[in-house]
Structures are given as structure tokens and as C-alpha cells.
């Protein structure tokens, strides 16, 4: 891959706190060069974030950037858009901080259906911490917490959307740049919330899902999938000997939250404060 | 004769006691009378007993009092409810067949029911109990006709019809047994007629909040917080006000947060409990030094404890909220027009220093209803603290105060980039230790102007022959009031707070040789111990309650005549 320069770039020297041959390296030009095709300009983008190793990715992004708490960027994204739904909103963030700590806010953010989009560096453990089970984690893969192995039930993103009728879910494979790049800027470019979970290595702590097992266990949808059959998708995203990528679903048809608020393009931080008129009409029109 | 009537109200709940009441404010206040009105009530939709009171006085006055000299009984457990409250000079107005071997001499047998199914329907005995009382004070019937068929008349001709039947039918009863029973109101009307407006404490406070240029709140319904959440929503379009209901107490602040950071004026809403999740948010606006309002409507805790009753035991909570160390505001109105200023205060304060600020009310202060005077109501100026960012704009450049100029995203040509990680100017990531050293400093500094320009507590009475300062703070202002003029002792005069953090520095002159007396809802003497700790005085004694109840005016007499002869 050429290292084509994009306005996304912090300054030669920047201090990155991943580990080398870390999947997030790769995701992150992905991200970068998504946001420099569709033509974004750095000044109206916010990068959000929760707390992870992942939701670091913010910091080396040049960007406007809210790297929040644990499990709580999609409250502070979607604060961020209803006060400005000319920003673009982009949140990253892990799985624990995305399915975990932040499973409820995941849950609602969905019903909402506010345009932001949603990149979640899926590696299936917990990198911060040193290595405990994550929500997506397979079953039976031992660390030091889960001694006997993983005995819940993973997470799975993927239905878990689409029973909620997200309107853009799409799986990607952080080792292939490209294509996850694309289908990154297809989500950015949706108008309604999008989810992109990504298949992300994670060299030090998951010895079980690495490059070669992500090779081995993927497989692109193909050309001919229908993103308008949820029902079809639902199906593609239980699959489990063969883990489809690319985009499962699409829905046009919901309406945005914004939308149905009514909310303008005028930013809430240009609002007027009230003339006396209706200040008076406020004060008397009380009980 | 009567010239500061308590009248009592009770009722299950849905047999429309707020009904009543509502209807009672309006006209009695309409006429001219000073009115207030306070609410107790069970956590259940349907049956129970809850009751409300309300108060005619010739002198304003804003407190709950224990005494009742007329009880209207919609239902037949009141007794039982009330036994503390009634005495040999309460008038009980109750129907004498159901009110059975509860039947005493004080009783006045009121044919409610009766009334009620003569006008249609067994549901306007609200409507006959409001007329008996219109009828007995000879307040003129067409105020009380006019007022039924505008609340009425959406729901139709017929419903506003039969309200008036009802309201005649207890009109004239009233009138009839005022004669009999020589029931009057000696109380004379305030010169002047002022124009009023009728308002309780949650709509203060969302009448303060628009002033201030609220436009954005995310909040879990929690009582008895709710009400400000409900105020907003009701005025979203009007006043341009992003309501958002939260999945949680979590998402809210976050998003409040989030909102903030773009611009927002933002405040969340909420009580004791649902602000204990709140508490990350607090710590995270404190380091990312991001303005947010943070309303708690107090109830007794802890847990659930008491939902739909008062207390104010959050007081340490607001205090001690999110972990690390940072800077935090706290007000405490206790009138109408406080809550309003405050309010408003609050707004200008979290924007110009960036930092939380709280606003400390319980559900006795939100859902006491009087009235203000409107063309009293004090707007502040809106003051937004905003730059418009260049290039090589900073988020947390330090300055000679600690507070940086703060731009939002998409407005001018530079980048905003706040973390929850200690950062550097540029908000990155640093566990540089000389940085974290200067960024503790930073959101520190301002702590200083904070604590200077804080709120001067209002004195109650004449400080000059005082030789005990009765302190009180939030609701209880004017409990406190009343009772120090009831006592009319030179010797004790009050002192009322309306922020309690940071504290103003006068209080150190102002408490020099007083012995000090602190009053309030909660077990243990927060507010004491937190003045203890500020000025090293000691406080002489603590009046407290914690039973889920507000301080009548007669137990804070009685506590201050106590001491008096300690």
C-alpha cells in the first residue's frame, strides 16, 4: 500500500500507542483514506470515542475529536449531531466499549436512527486490560479470567442491528484495506445510523483469531446479495463456518430522528437568545 | 373568621384533588388573594390518599403549615391520614353516610356526591368541593364559571356544561352554610391588584432555563425531576429546544455532554437516585471542562426510598459527585424567583467557567404552587462564552485564569479536541507528569473568581440585636421566613443560602460573634457540616427532618422557642 497523504494526517513523529502488527494500524488508513475520498473537510468532521485501545484511533486522526468515557460514545455522538447536524459524526470504538459497557446505548442508538456512523474494531478480546473475554469472544477460548474458557454466548452484532432494523449493517476484515475502506465510505456516506464491525487481530492477547484465522473464516457476500431482504441478511449474519463480509442490509426508508424533530441546519450554538416578547409570553403563559 | 385560612384536600388519587386545586389557584388568585399550595401524595396511580393545601393569607406566604382549619374529604380514610393534623378547630367537609363513626360535632355534612350525579356524573364531586369554598368566601360565580368552561371547552359543550351544574349546585351550598355556620374570610385583598402569574417550582425552573437559552436536554423521567423534562418538551418548537429522552441516566449526561461540546446550552434533569449514574458525566465535564446544568429534584433516599416525597440528603452527593479533583458550582433556590434567577445563573456560570454547575430543588419546593409577580421576573443576559476558532487554535491553551477561550466544532478555521485522558493543549493523550501537574492547576485556578462572585446569602430579618442565626437553604427559605416572623424575637434572625457551593466569603463576617443554628430535610446536618468545614465555626444546633415530609412553620417555631430557654 502507497502511503498517499491525507488531510487526516497528524504530524510526522506523532506518538502511537498500538502495538506493531496491530490490526488497528490498518483500520485506520482505512478510515483516513474513506474520509479523504469522500471529500471531507476536517473542520466540520468530529471524531468520537469511547475508552479502548481502538478508541484511541480518534487521537491520530486530524479532526474535530470528543474522546469520551467507556461505553459512552453513541450518547455523546448523538448529543454531538442533534446540535449540529451539519457536522459528520464518526464514532470508533472497540467491541467491549461498543457491545459491553455500552450494549444499552448500542440498543437505543439504533431505534433512533440518528446519521452517524458507527466503526467498531471487533478483535473479540480485551487488549487495555490484558486480555480478558470480550462480548463477541468465542466460546471456549481461555484467558486469564476465563480460566475453563469462554461460556457465554458471543455477541453478535450483526443481529442483534438488524433485529432492530438498523438501516446500514456491514461486516468488514480490517486486513483487507481496500475493501474495507470501501465499504466504510458507503457507510459514512448512508443517511441514517450505519454499523461497520470489523474484524480486527489482536496479536498480543488473541491467540485464536489471528490473520490467518480471519483468512480462513471469511468470505465476501456475493455481487448478487440483495441489501434490501433482511430476513436474507438475518440469515447471512448467523452463519457461522464461513463469516460473511461486506454490506448485509440497507434501508432507505427510515426516517431520520432528526428529521421527525424537526431539527434545522442552524446550529444550536447560533441560536438567539428571546426578544422580550416571548420572554414575556414564557413568564405568563406558566400554569 | 379567618384571616390566614389552611385549607386540606384529600383525596384517592384520580378522584381529581389536583382538580380542585388547580381550579381553587386560579380563581382565588384572579379575585385577588395571595394563594399558595403544596402536595403530598402516594407513589401508586389509583387510590391511597394524597392531599394538598392550600393557603389564603393577607401577608404573602410560601410555606406549608401543619394546622388545618378546613378539611374537604373526598374520601373516607382521611382521618386516619390526617389524626396529627386535625384538631377541635377543624372544620371537616365529608359526606355523613360514608364518613361513618368518624362523625364528629366538626363535621359539616356536604352532600358531594349527591351534587355531583345531580350535575351527571359521580366524577365532578372535585367541581362541588371547589364551589362549596368559592360559595362560603362569596368569591363571585362568574370567575368560576369562566375559568371551568375554558378548561373545559375542548373537551366539549356538554362536559364544560355539567362542570358548571356541579359548580352551582356547590356554590350555593357554600354560601347557604357560611350563613348558618358564620364562616368568613377576613382577609383583605393586596393593594393594587398586582398582575400575578400562578406558577410552581418545575415551571420556574423551565422558565428560567428558556430564559437562559436552554436548547438542549436529555433526561430519564424520574419524580421529581420529571417535570422540567415535560416543561421543555411542551415548548420545543416554540423556543427551537432539542428534547431527547434518554435510555438512561448515563446516556443523558453523555449526550448533554456530547450537545455541549457542539455548542448546546445543555442541562440534564433527574433525582437522588438516577443521578447517581450520573456521576462519570460530572467527572467528565470537569476534565474536559465542557459547561453542562445538572438538575436533581431531591427525594428521600437512599435507593428508591420515598419516590413522590421531600427531602434535601443529596446535598454531599452533588458535593463529592465524580471522582478526581475539579471544579463545581451548586445553587440552592428556595423561592420562585430564585429558582428563576439561579436558573439563569447557572446557564451564564457552566458556559463561562466550563465547568458543571447544580441546581439543587426537592419536590416540596417543584410542586408547591404560588405566585410572582411577572414584571418582577429578572432576566439575565445570555452570555454565551463562544469564540470563533483560527488555525492554530488550542482547547486547553492555558491561560492566566485556567479558563481557555472555547470554540466548537465547525465554527472557524480550527480543530476542537477534547479527551477524557489527561491531554495537553491539543487535548492528545500525555502521561507527561510536569502536564498533568499544570493541567490539575488549570481546571483548579478558577475556583478562586468562582468563590468570590459567588451568590451573597440573603438575611431575614435584622441582623443588628441578633444573637443566633437561624441558616436555612433550598426550599425551606420560606418555612423559615414565617416562623422567625411568627416568633418576632429580636434575638434570632435567618439566614437564607441559594448557592452552598463554593460559599460566598462574607459569611465569615457575617456569622462573627452569632451563635449559628442550621435547619434542613435531611438526617444528618449536610449543610451544617459543610459550613463547619468552610469557616471552622461550630454549629450550635441542628434542626433536621428526615420523614419524607417538608418542616411545617409550627415545628420550626417550636424548635426555636425550645432553644430559647436551653
Known sequence: ???????????????????????????LSAVKFALHELGIDRKNLVMVSGIGQAAK??????????NGLHGRSLPAAQGIKLANRNLVVVVESGDGDMYGEGGNHFLHAIRRNIDITVIVHDNMVYGLTKGQASP????????????????????????????????????????????????????????????????????????????????????????????????GAFGLA???????????????????????MGIGTIPLYQSNPLDEEAFQKLVNNSL | MYQDLSMVFCGEAGQGVQTITGALLHVLKKYGYNVFSCIEYMSRIRGGCNTTEIRI????????????????????????????????????????????????????????????????????????????????????????????????????????????????????FGRDTAATANISLQISLPAGRPERVLMDGSTALGIGAVAAGCNFISSYPMSPGTGLLTFLAARTKEYGIVV??????????????????AGARAIVTTSGGGFDLMQ?????????????????????GPATGLPTRTEQGDLNLALHAGHGDFTRAIFSPGTLAEIIDTTQQAFNLAQQYQIPVFILTDQYLLESVSTIDASSVKRRTVEAFLIKTTETYQRYAFTDDGISPRGVPGYGEGLVRVDSDEHDENGLITESFEMRRRMVEKRLKRMHSLRETARVPTVIGSLVQAETLVISWGSNRSVLEEALDVIGNKAFAGIHFSQVFPLSPVINSLFENKRLFVMENNATGQFADLLSFETGRSISRKILKATGEPFSVEEVVDALHHSDHE
Open chain 1, 1 to 27: 500500500m502507497n502511503k498517499t497523504v491525507t488531510p487526516f494526517d497528524m504530524p510526522d513523529g506523532t506518538d502511537v500507542a498500538w502495538c506493531p502488527g496491530c490490526g488497528n494500524h490498518m483500520l
Open chain 1, 238 to 260: 448467523i452463519q457461522q463456518d464461513k463469516l460473511p463480509l461486506g454490506v448485509f442490509y440497507r434501508n432507505e426508508q427510515r426516517e431520520l430522528y432528526e428529521d421527525q
Open chain 2, 57 to 172: 393569607t393577607e401577608k404573602k406566604r410560601d410555606a406549608y403549615v401543619r394546622r388545618i382549619d378546613m378539611l374537604f374529604a373526598l374520601t373516607h380514610n382521611v382521618v386516619e391520614h390526617l389524626k396529627d393534623r386535625i384538631s377541635s378547630k377543624t372544620l371537616i367537609f365529608a359526606e355523613k353516610e360514608k364518613f361513618g363513626d368518624q362523625w364528629s360535632d366538626n363535621c359539616i355534612d356536604t352532600p358531594l356526591t349527591k351534587f355531583a350525579v345531580e350535575a351527571g356524573s359521580v366524577g365532578f364531586s372535585n367541581i362541588v368541593a371547589a364551589g362549596v369554598v368559592l360559595g362560603m368566601f362569596g368569591i363571585p360565580l362568574e370567575l368560576f364559571t369562566a375559568y371551568l368552561q375554558g378548561k373545559f371547552a375542548v373537551k366539549g359543550e356538554e362536559i364544560a356544561r355539567k362542570n358548571v351544574i356541579a359548580a352551582k349546585l356547590g356554590y350555593s
Open chain 1, 136 to 231: 463477541t469472544s468465542q466460546r471456549s477460548m481461555t484467558t486469564p479470567i476465563q480460566e475453563s474458557g469462554v461460556m457465554l454466548e458471543p455477541f453478535n452484532p450483526l443481529t442483534v442491528a438488524l433485529a432492530l432494523n438498523a438501516p446500514f449493517v456491514a461486516r468488514a476484515y480490517a486486513g483487507d484495506v481496500e475493501r474495507t475502506q470501501e465499504i466504510i465510505k458507503q457507510a459514512i456516506a448512508f443517511k441514517g445510523f450505519s454499523i461497520v464491525d470489523i474484524f480486527q487481530p489482536c496479536v498480543v492477547f488473541n491467540k485464536v483469531n489471528t490473520y490467518q484465522w480471519f483468512r480462513e473464516h471469511t468470505v465476501y457476500l456475493p455481487e448478487n446479495h440483495n441489501v434490501g431482504d433482511r430476513t
Open chain 2, 280 to 300: 462519570e458525566g460530572v467527572s467528565l465535564a470537569g476534565m474536559i471542562e465542557t459547561p453542562i446544568v445538572i438538575h436533581i429534584g431531591q427525594r428521600p
Open chain 1, 57 to 66: 484511533a480518534p487521537q491520530y486522526i486530524k479532526a474535530n475529536m470528543f
Open chain 2, 244 to 261: 431527547d429522552q434518554a435510555e438512561d441516566e448515563i446516556a443523558a449526561i453523555n449526550a448533554g455532554l456530547g450537545a455541549s461540546y
